[in-house]
């Protein structure tokens, strides 16, 4: 069993991996600030809210090495750019933010908050645009693309992720498989890691261990897999190289009306309703207790379904895996999606802030790695031995954070593939039952996501 201390000391370091190794430009500095290293702000005050009632401290919970070490930074800021940083945790930051700007008076200079409520304030012209202001092409440092989705908009990036403080996103970032990897052994079954690491991991090998899996055991039936049918749907049709919106055909489309999309539906609504049927757990909640308790063998589960409070399962079990969905015949080798409907922890500057540039200047140094993990191998070596059973966990874990992308959730995008698995219509009936309120979905919102990908980091 982990101990919950090293929980936090795990996801403080887990996400500075996840992001692909890219070339980075120079940083944009802005003209007034001849040496960003000794930039003085005469005294700046910085207003910083954050969403939040907990017992935190930048997201850290307080008390730990992790919030002294943000607190050490935050002085190190203030005594290096002459500064004065002053953080609001409060559950009205959204309100207050609209409330700021519609009014006239400034309140933050810096938010931070979840891109399922921000989302609307990208759209809405409430926060600044950050491409002239940091160098967002670090996604090292910011986030990758495809993660920052929901941010981008028409012209510009309108938030970031802090991929350097890595509890900022382990409650929102997607889906994986957790395995009670004691009851494959006591199955004789090998380790289902050794799919993925032999390039076994597809469809085809996925209904033939939910068989197997599926057993019974002192009078009662374990099930191979717990998972909510709408997180099976979306994951099953990702995992075939899709995505929810793409280019196809100098078109912005949904990923559901491309080939591609449509053999992953097929194949999900196959084997959730017919060829597995009897090896899902009845409950299609993602609760615990199940996979904590031997009722199943594997769960599909957010992150926070293993990381975040102590009734996770890391904190619970003593031999528990990591893999991602199975990947279809349309994959990309080696890359294991997820989506996300909303990342806890991304930062933006409010339109209204008094000194966007120097504001910028302090999230940049603020959100700099820290000097305590220094290597991509260093780190994935501390998350095996303090979060991890097995250092392939680690790195698969890595993989599927690296490749989230927005979900569109709140906008609709989720019904037509949920409905795969939830009615007994044909997938072609229902992909045109839903076409035209898709069509309104990419006019309205995909589109202009896309625009601004496009703006900021070029086709």
Not at 154 to 160: E, T
Not at 171 to 188: P, R
Not at 247 to 254: E, M, R, T, Y
Not at 392 to 402: L, S
Request: proline share 4%.
């Amino acid at each position: 069993m982990k101990a919950v201390l090293k929980f936090f000391s795990f996801l403080f370091v887990f996400m500075f991996v996840l992001s692909a190794c890219q070339t980075s430009s120079p940083e944009v500095v802005p003209e007034y600030k001849v040496d960003i290293a000794g930039a003085d702000l005469d005294g700046l005050k910085i207003s910083w809210g954050w969403d939040s009632l907990n017992d935190v401290i930048y997201g850290f919970v307080a008390g730990t090495a992790h919030s002294d070490m943000a607190l050490e930074r935050e002085r190190y800021v203030e005594d290096t750019y002459n500064c004065d940083i002053t953080v609001e945790y409060t559950d009205r930051v959204y309100d207050n933010l609209r409330a700021s700007v519609m009014s006239g008076s400034p309140r933050y200079d810096l938010l931070t908050g979840s891109t399922y409520a921000l989302v609307v304030d990208v759209r809405a012209g409430y926060l600044t645009g950050l491409s002239g202001l940091l160098d967002i092409s670090n996604t090292e440092k910011w986030g990758t693309p495809n993660m920052l989705q929901s941010l981008l908009w028409i012209d510009d990036l309108y938030g970031v992720v802090p991929f350097a403080w890595p509890d900022l996103l382990y409650g929102a970032t997607g889906h994986l498989i957790a395995v009670n990897e004691t009851l494959v052994s006591k199955l004789v079954q090998p380790d289902p890691r050794e799919f993925v690491e032999n390039n076994t991991w597809t469809w085809d090998k996925f209904e033939e261990t939910l068989a197997i899996y599926t057993h019974q055991e002192a009078g009662r039936t374990i099930y191979a897999i717990n998972c909510h049918d709408a997180y099976f749907a979306m994951n099953m049709f990702l995992s075939n190289g899709c995505t929810l919106s793409s280019f196809v055909d100098g078109k912005v489309v949904c990923g559901a009306y491309t080939e591609a999309g449509k053999v992953a539906l097929e194949r999900a609504k196959k084997i959730y309703t017919e060829t597995c049927v009897d090896y899902f757990y009845p409950d299609v909640s993602t609760a615990n207790e199940y996979i904590i308790n031997g009722d199943v063998v594997m769960a599909v589960t957010w992150l926070d379904g293993m990381f975040g409070t102590a009734e996770s399962f890391l904190y619970k079990m003593d031999n528990l895996g990591v893999l991602p969905f199975p990947v279809g015949p349309n994959a990309k080798p080696g890359v294991y999606p997820t989506y996300h409907e909303g990342l806890s922890f991304a930062t933006s500057i409010p339109v209204n802030a008094k000194d966007p540039e120097a504001t910028a200047t302090v999230l940049s140094a603020m959100y700099e790695p820290f000097d305590q993990y220094k290597t991509k191998e260093d780190i994935i070596d501390y998350m095996s031995e303090q979060a991890f059973f097995d250092r392939r966990d680690a790195e698969i874990f890595a993989n599927m954070v690296k490749n989230t992308e927005y979900g569109f959730f709140r906008e609709g995008a989720r019904v037509v593939i949920q409905s795969v698995v939830e009615q007994s219509e044909s997938v072609t009936a229902l992909l045109e039952s839903y076409e035209d309120q898709y069509a309104e979905i990419v006019d309205d919102y995909m589109i202009h996501h896309f625009e601004g990908r496009v703006a900021v980091y070029g086709e």
